[in-house]
Nanobody
Framework: EVQLVESGGGLVQAGGSSRLSCTTS????????IGWFRQAPGKEREGVSC????????YYADSVKGRFTISGDNAKNMVYLQMNSVKPEDTAVYYC??????????????????WGQGTQVTVSS
């Protein structure tokens, strides 16, 4: 069973920082690459970042590259998303989920249909 629980987020001022955490099971953490997706009101869900515990590889959407950092903790089976220099357009519900990187169009896409409950991030200007 794929288990994912997001935490963190909330209200943050533009230019500030916030960290999201994703708690997974040991099996989920080691079987899947785990990433972050977000969905803003009226927009489609987009892949933000993806982390592979197997290879250590990380991937980022162009919109967050240089500002967000994804990392994993093998001992705790957790994946983090450190968000720096946040912008109002980062406002969205953030979800962690198994992910994969599509080399063809350089995008982060979900693997399967496993989602946590999501956590709201609101960036005030």
């Amino acid at each position: 069973e794929v288990q994912l629980v997001e935490s963190g987020g909330g209200l943050v001022q533009a230019g500030g920082s916030s960290r999201l955490s994703c708690t997974t099971s040991e099996e989920t953490f080691h079987v899947y690459a785990i990433g972050w997706f977000r969905q803003a009101p009226g927009k489609e869900r987009e892949g933000v970042s993806c982390f592979s515990s197997m290879t250590g590889a990380t991937y980022y959407a162009d919109s967050v590259k240089g500002r967000f950092t994804i990392s994993g903790d093998n001992a705790k089976n957790m994946v983090y998303l450190q968000m720096n220099s946040v912008k109002p357009e980062d406002t969205a519900v953030y979800y962690c989920a198994p992910c994969q990187f599509d080399d063809y169009d350089y995008s982060i896409i979900p693997e399967g249909d496993y989602w946590g409950q999501g956590t709201q991030v609101t960036v005030s200007s």
